[in-house]
């Protein structure tokens, strides 16, 4: 089963405009990832944001964590074409041994030209 | 300084055959971690490796192996092959050194079960 789950599945915006997108999760967590996938490739590593961390920002991007919601959000400002990817959430568990990372489902975005 | 290598990119087996995925991590990464992507099921945790030793394990039947050797390189294989093991394979490497550090993915193996 999928410890984080995301909203919305899929996005479609105009370039320029931002993206926002939501992750919740269901058990305590050490920290949540953001990564970006083109086109069923590799992984792109966006931003680690730790369980007593509230914001962080990376560039274009912020995210936020409420541990009290489970629940995490990334927003990318003023996007571009070449955002066009689908993002995931990924929650490194507490207490766990080692390094497992859970993922969501994803969010499909397409930025339009 | 090299990403994390996967090789090889593209494999297409027969069902009932067998096939190992190799990754090498980055330079000083001791974890390295293997999954599986799918449409139906996404990206879902196979197993992780730290100084030669398998630290976590996945929720996949014992078809599905691994190993990491001394120079942190390691190898995945997938025993009598069914179609339903058709998937993107993904290694990431991390520091390891304290839980769920910050990992860095390959370009992942397409493997294709016919």
């Known amino acids: 089963s999928q410890q984080g789950e995301e909203d919305p599945q899929a996005l479609s915006i105009q370039e320029g405009e931002n993206a926002t997108m939501n992750c919740s999760y269901k058990t305590s967590i050490n920290n949540l990832q953001w990564y970006r996938q083109n086109s069923g490739r590799g992984l792109v590593h966006l931003i680690l944001i730790r369980s007593n961390e509230r914001e962080k920002h990376s560039g274009r991007l912020r995210v936020t964590l409420d541990t009290s919601k489970k629940s995490s959000s990334l927003l990318i400002t003023a996007s571009r074409a070449a955002d066009t990817a689908s993002y995931f959430c990924?929650?490194?568990?507490?207490?766990?041994?080692?390094?497992?990372?859970?993922f969501g489902g994803g969010t499909r975005v397409l930025v339009k030209p | 300084k090299a990403g994390v290598t996967q090789t090889p990119r593209y494999l297409i087996k027969t069902r009932g055959q067998q096939v190992t995925l190799s990754c090498s991590p980055i330079?000083?990464?001791?974890?390295v971690s293997w999954y599986q992507q799918t449409p139906g099921q996404g990206l879902q945790f196979l197993f992780e490796?730290?100084?030669?030793?398998?630290?976590n394990k996945g929720n996949f039947p014992g078809r599905f192996s691994g190993r990491q050797f001394s120079n942190s390189r390691s190898e995945m294989n997938v025993s009598t092959l069914e179609l339903g093991d058709s998937a993107l394979y993904l290694c990431?490497?991390?520091?390891?050194?304290?839980?769920?550090?910050?990992?860095?993915f390959g370009q992942g193996t397409r493997l294709t079960v016919v």
């Open positions: 490796y730290f100084s030669e030793t398998q630290r």
């Open positions: 990431a490497s991390s520091l390891g050194d304290r839980a769920t550090a910050e990992a860095f």
């Open positions: 990924a929650t490194g568990v507490l207490k766990a041994a080692g390094n497992k990372l859970t």
């Open positions: 330079s000083g990464h001791r974890s």
